[in-house]
């Protein structure tokens, strides 16, 4: 099976980007569902999305590996498998639910608090920085990154292997991703 290229994980290109884009769609009753799809369906979920015209981000992250021929192969993958976070009023809920890809969809509690966790994710995605899927969370120090290219951006801090890294986290799902920071370029929350 040939290997497909990259698709696009947001659909509008703009939907994390223009706060005016969801301040429109949340007038129009609006409201960000966390979307479990039946196994492997991702892809297929966000490409009937997006020719729907029903707004998503489901994070895609580039996975290298070598084929059992020794062929370098590069794949993109979920970066939080089986999830898409769906923005929609009812009537697109309702579309989206007749697409046999959807096994669960739960509404979200904290609107605002996950756009910003989903926007972090997706610069540090744009941004290229290598992540480490974190599949449950940590208790750590809560911090804030006071300077660089990700100034501002608050997470946990959490160590692996011996190295500091920025736990970014979804709580709805109870997941995250963490990359590798330098502790000189850390406070703490306040």
């Not at 501002?152 to 799902?173: N, P, W």
Request: include cysteine; hydrophobic fraction near 40%.
């Amino acid at each position: 099976m040939p290997i497909l290229k990259q698709e696009n994980d947001i659909y509008p290109i703009d939907l994390l980007s223009t706060p005016e884009h969801l301040a429109e769609k949340e007038q129009a009753g609006a409201k960000w569902w966390c979307v479990y799809t039946v196994s492997r369906r991702e892809k297929d979920l966000m490409r009937k999305l997006a020719r729907k015209d029903i707004s998503f981000y489901g994070p895609v992250v580039s996975k290298r590996y070598r084929s059992p021929n020794g062929r370098l192969r590069n794949s993109f993958i979920p970066l939080f498998a089986n999830y898409v976070f769906v923005l929609a009023n009812e009537a697109e809920r309702t579309v989206m639910l007749q697409t046999n890809c959807v096994s669960k969809c739960s509404p979200v509690v904290d609107q605002e608090l996950l756009v910003k966790q989903l926007r972090q994710i997706h610069d540090v995605i744009k941004a290229g920085v290598p992540l480490t899927v974190e599949s449950k969370l940590t208790t750590g120090d809560r911090v804030s990154v006071k300077r660089g290219p990700f100034a501002g951006y608050e997470g946990i801090v959490i160590r692996r292997e011996g190295k500091t890294r920025l736990l970014l986290s979804i709580q709805f799902l109870d997941k995250g991703v963490s990359m590798e920071v330098d502790e000189a370029v850390l406070d703490p929350a306040g």
